[in-house]
């Protein structure tokens, strides 16, 4: 028998296959599906909350006079992500992470939080229908994380928010 060539990519069209003896050999090289959910799965431990909300940037306000007021110019990200609390060691840890990507969690958004350390909150952008939320740990008030909730129906938005302060404290 001939050599079935190289091996076929991952992501190959059925239709760019010549012969169906290429299509059997393709589809027997590929991991069985529980395999393959085990490669893209998250790592670590099971989320205690876990709540559909993107990144925002936060820079200093653009405008002079509110910058000196000590306002934040907030700019979601378009990442679809979620907010989770992991327990880790027996402390709680805030993440944030992709959902295209669900085992990379932000280095940078990868916090321990103790009982009473922090709250997540809503916060006013000045427009009521912007539905923008706030870590803000207690002791430090420069040390703050803002998001903007992706869920498209915001009726469990308070109940989702209680649900997360209750597994941080």
Request: with cysteine; proline share 9%; glycine share 4%.
């Amino acid at each position: 028998q001939p050599s079935p060539g190289p091996r076929a990519p991952i992501c190959v069209h059925a239709a760019a296959l010549q012969r169906p003896d290429q299509l059997l050999a393709f589809t027997e090289r590929r991991a069985p599906p529980t395999q393959r959910a085990k490669m893209f799965a998250p790592q670590g431990p099971e989320p205690i909350v876990a709540i559909k909300a993107g990144k925002c940037k936060v820079e200093p306000h653009r405008d002079e006079a509110k910058r000196a007021a000590g306002k934040l110019w907030i700019t979601p990200q378009k990442d679809r992500g979620e907010v989770i609390v992991v327990k880790k060691d027996d402390v709680n840890h805030f993440q944030w992470r992709s959902r295209e990507m669900p085992c990379a969690v932000d280095p940078n958004i990868d916090t321990m939080v103790f009982p009473g350390d922090a709250e997540f909150q809503r916060t006013s952008t000045g427009r009521d229908e912007d539905r923008v939320y706030i870590l803000q740990f207690k002791a430090q008030e420069d040390r703050r994380f803002f998001f903007w909730m992706q869920d498209a129906d915001d009726s469990n938005d308070k109940e989702l928010v209680e649900k997360l302060n209750k597994a941080l404290n």
